[in-house]
Every structure is written in structure tokens, then in C-alpha cells.
């Protein structure tokens, strides 16, 4: 089979399961209710204004504003069409990976190994999960891996425009998340050991030249630079996201230590020692600040089951055994050092963040699947010889072999890992037929006032909420207000202190066991009780 149609049926694959896990789902990621409000304003609102009122990085949210209109046109306004248009443009990043996943493992390989590569790729739950999903994640590591499948063709071809473009590559996928601008660590520190080497040559022999190396290095970080600076020039800082910050040691966002002119002090009825007011419970996760060896483990732990745990040794196999392959010996090293600097820039920020998640490790993924498919295709050539198979055999139990990885990776796709939400969908429903246009609604999470729409404030602006007169509603699971943490004793005075409970709606959490939203009708107190004058 040509390369093409390959690459094209594997896609077709893939657009059939993100079809069926759009399909599927009702809502979106609770952070990506951040990056469809940040697209609704970019409808509506200058677009510098919104770029440097958003603590979202701009690319993957202009995007989204940009495919909303068609998608309204097919099912018409509403949550949906938002919901819909993020997840078309987060779908469309993965495709595009699986391009680059190919064209990165020709260069590195060949076109048999690039082939299989793709195709492994696809059958991965994780990444089509995060794929189909609501987040800036795959539009980022699109152009982070893109970048440096292009550099790796430099390499091998000496190409300077393609040096140029690679740069121009980076700089746009840090508009979608800045950690994309890593991609720049592996080819920066290759061009600039290629000008110390000619350094050395040039003192014993005059005739060679340096400009074509310089040449290289201006293009390559002056495209990054161009686009980057140019975002920071907008913005006024270079970033707001805090793991990144952290790492390079550009210490708190100027957001953080902005002096309001007109605060918003608590309601004297609800102001006590002891409330906490954290916008989410971090129970959850799993913490290890400060210890850098359980967050390498993490890291580890993520990129194998990232790869689905069956690829994780192929992988290992073909980082040791790549330098005896065919193919681009310089872009395999350009990609090994990459992944050895992506960790080692990883590790520090989760040690010191405490937290770290698969999304981490999808980077390393991406890396990781030329040289897992290398291992498995010179395993899978070379067992029918060292058994004494026909060649007929041999293709028949690669086959097999094939078949199984393919039934075993849609079916766990199919079965989908995401809880549905129903309930809080259920509750945006429920005030979207009793609340009054100009009502106000605190939700914890965010879902019910998405699928609502109107005025509304999540947790993070929880005292702006509590001061605004108009605030009607407050949306929270139940599983909120049972933890025995000061959070969940904060939400209980309150809504023992101002709340009605009107409408409960079953839901799943997390951890697929049976839980509830609750609906209060929010109504401060006339007036306070004694201890509170």
C-alpha cells in the first residue's frame, strides 16, 4: 500500500472515532469553558483587548471563534455549536499531528516504519481522548511537534528555509500554549554546536565558511523571537501560565499582584474567620512538591500509559537500538535530545507545582511513537526468519498481530473514559426554563451556566458573586458540600445562610459512582444576626 493511502485511510479511522466521541459527549472540559468564553469575546469584542484581558494564550481560542459561525449555520446558536466548534478545532490539530507523525518518521526511518507509526498512534486512548477534547493541547503540540519534524529535515536536507519555517512554527504553536516554545531547546543547541565545531575547524583552515551556520541560527530564532515577541509586545508579559513562569524563574504574573481600585469585601452576614474560598479541591491529585524523584517517576509512569503500556517497551527498544537503522541519524539525535530537555524542564516545574498529568507527557508521546514503530516493524520482520516461517506466514501473523492492537485500541475508545455530566446539563436546562433573563447564577464548576447561558460567575470570582445583587442561583455538587475540608464548610455557611435548595439532578463524577448537583435560589439576609453586627 502507497504511503498516501495509508496515511489517508488512517485518518479516515481517526475521523471516525473522534466523529463517535463528539457524538458522545455533552459538555466540555472545565477548563475549556474558559477558552469558549475567551472565543465568544473574540466574536464580539477588539481583538487586542480581549488578548490582553484573557489569561488564555490567544490561537486555539481564535480559532474556535472562527469555526463557531459555520457549525451555528448546521445546528443552530446555543452551547452546542461552542461546544462542537472547540472540539472540531482540537480534532483537526490531531489530525494534522498525524501528518507530522509521518513525515517525522520518514525522515528519521522509512516509509514503511512511518506508516505503522501513524497507525499506532490512532489506536492510542489517551491522546484521541485529549484529542476530541476542549483544550489547547493538541493545536500546541501540533505545531511543537511540527516544528521539529521540520528541523529534522533541515538536517538531513541542510535546508535554511526550512530552518526559517521551523522557527515561524514555534512561535505560532506558543500562541496556542507556551510550553510548545520547548521545541526550540534540541535545534538551538545543535545549530549553535554545528558554529562552535566550524569555530574549531575555521583556526586550522581558512577556507571554511560560517556564514551559511549563522545564517541557520539568525533564521531559525529569529522567526521564534518575531512572533513571541510580538505576542509579549501585545500582552505586556510573556506569559501567565504559572508552571511555565515557575520553571524560568519570571516569579507571580503582573494579574496576581493587580490592586483593585474597587474591591469587593464580603457581605458583613457571611465575613468570618476561617472561610476559604479555593476555586476547586486539589484532593484529588497526587502531590509530590519538592521531591524530584517521585515527580520523574510520575513523568515516566504518564508517558507509558500514554503509550498504552503495549508501546512503552517497542519504544525504550528503539531508543537503544536506533543508531544501527537506516534513515536520519542527526534528526534521531535532534529528537532523543529534545525528549531528554523536555524532562528534564518538566520535572523541576512539577516538583515545585506538585502536580503533574498525562497532558504532560503527550509531547514525549508524539517523540516517542518513530521509535516505538521502528522497534515493533524490525521485531515483526525479523520473526518469521529467525523461526523458519515463509514469508506468507510471517505477513499473516503480522496481520494477526495488527488486528488485535486495532480491535483492542477502538474498543476502548468506543467505550469512551469521560463521565457524562448529565446532571449538570440537567441543571443548566432547568434555569434556562425558571431563571429570569437578568439573573445571576454562582456555579462551582461551570457546566450548568455554559449550557444556561447569561450573566454568570465560577468559583474563581465566587466574592464578586456574592456582592452582586442580581446573584439569584447557586449551582454545586453535592460531593462539594459533603468533603470535610474548609472549602466545603465555606459553601455549607453560605447556603445555610442565604440558600434554598430547589432541584437536585443525579450525575457521574470522576470516579464513576453516583452523585448529585444541587440548585439553591441564592437571597442574602435583610438582616445580620448579632454576631454578625
Known sequence: MSSRRCL?????????????????????????LKFIATAKAFQHDLWIDVIRGSDRHPLYPGLIALAEPPIRGLIGPGPEAWRIAAQVVSAAAYLGILVVIHGLTRTLFDRAVANL???LFVLLPIPAEVGRDTLADMLGLLCFSGSLSLAARALKTGSTRLWLVSGLVVGVGYLARPD???????????????????????ARSESIDLQREFGRLARYGGAACLIIGTYALIKGEVTEKLALRS????G??????LVRSAPHPLPAWIDREGLDFSAKEETGRVRFAGKPIRASGRLIHEWIEGLGWIFAPFAFWGFVSSGRREGSAAGRRLILLQM?????????AASRLGYLSGRHALGLVVLSMPFAAAAMHGWASGVPARRGFSTRTGRALAFAGLSGLFALGVTVQLKGMHPSRAGHRAAGEWLLAHANAGDAVLDTRGWAAFVRGGPSYDYWHVRQALTDARLRYVVVESEELEASTPRAATLRHILERSGKRMVEFSDVDEGDSAGSVLVYRFAAPIRSEEGDR
Open 117 to 119: 507509526a501513524v497507525f
Open 340 to 348: 531528554l530537555l523536555m524532562a528534564a524542564a518538566v520535572i523541576p
Open 180 to 202: 510548545a516554545a520547548l521545541a526550540v531547546l534540541s535545534p538551538m543547541m545543535l545549530l549553535s554546536a554545528t558554529i562552535v565545531r566550524r569555530c574549531i575547524e575555521r
Open 8 to 32: 489517508l485511510l488512517t485518518s479516515l479511522l481517526a475521523i471516525a472515532l473522534h466523529f463517535w466521541g463528539i457524538s458522545g459527549s455533552i459538555l466540555p472540559a472545565q477548563d475549556g
Open 252 to 257: 507571580p504574573s503582573s494579574r496576581t499582584t
Open 247 to 250: 520553571t524560568v524563574a519570571l
